[in-house]
């Protein structure tokens, strides 16, 4: 059987590492990891070159020479605030960057997985499925809109979206930690977390995430997909529902809402997904929250009372 040949960008990062991991977990795929740093920060043994998406003619010397039949495109500014204050650097990688790979994978034949976000939508109506109208209330929702777009403006139907929500997960000597991590960091220590009660998500974990992916890789399928966990919650639960699982005290969490945060970025109030389109077409299963939380806790090392 010939072997799916996957590029991975940005595959140093959360959702990079997981894939990367996932992928060489079988030998369906060759898989050639690429991310800004001259060396991979995971220690799966797997081809690695550098790459910043930002370069164009570098994409298209990487993209003739391995041609991919597959591209991930995982590399992303993620941080919210960061977007924010360097609009011009958010813009190159979540936007241009992605026409810029859209362009070069129509010109080898590959198809096209783009990350995007909840982001993208208001939070006025959350849970969304796939068609609901974007309409994103900062920066960063702006540009993987943007990128999204990208996707349409040539004549290449060949790409997908996974939209995403609030990953969480562990991974190797990353450069941003995730929210749950903050947590648990915070709630080892016995430090104080003000979290908001007025923002509901419905956590991902990573590698549920990484395994959707794999199967939309190996479906070939195209349009946009909603993959997330399944449960709505709001960010103070899913502290008192990490101190629960792994056994902190929960008295550092204290309920705030939004505007207790007075010069923090807007961010969409209620988002979460309605995973139906994933779960039917591409059997994409995530575990439950708590089971998530306990796996993480596991990876850390910290156990959750029996
Ligand atoms: N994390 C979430 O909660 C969340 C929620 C919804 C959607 N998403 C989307 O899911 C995707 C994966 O997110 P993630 O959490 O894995 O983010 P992440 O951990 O921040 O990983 C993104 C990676 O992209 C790399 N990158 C940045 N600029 C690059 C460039 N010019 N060329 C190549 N690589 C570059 C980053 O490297 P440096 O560290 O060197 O900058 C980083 O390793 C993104 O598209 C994100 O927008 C994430």
Redesign the pocket.
Known sequence: MLRTRVLI??A?????QALVRRLSSTDDHDVLAT???DAPRFDVPCDYTQ????TPDAVETLLTDYDPDVVVN??????VTECDEDRNRAW???AR?VRTLAKQCRSVGARLIQ?????VFNGKRGPYEEDARPDPVNYYGRT?LAGENALREFDFLDWAVV?????YGTAKD???S?VVLWMIDRLSEGKPLRVVDDQWRTPTYVRDLADGIVRLIDRDRTGIYHMSGREMITIHELARTVADVLGFDPSPIEPVSSDYFEDAVDRPPKTGFIILKAETELGYDPRPLREGLRTVGKELGVSSPS
């Open positions: 960008t940005g140093n990062g959360l959702l990079g991310a800004r740093d790459l910043d998406v930002t995982c590399a992303a500014v993620s941080d190159a990688v979540n960057a990350l995007s976000t909840d982001f993987k939209r995403t929500v609030l990953l990353l450069s941003r995730n």
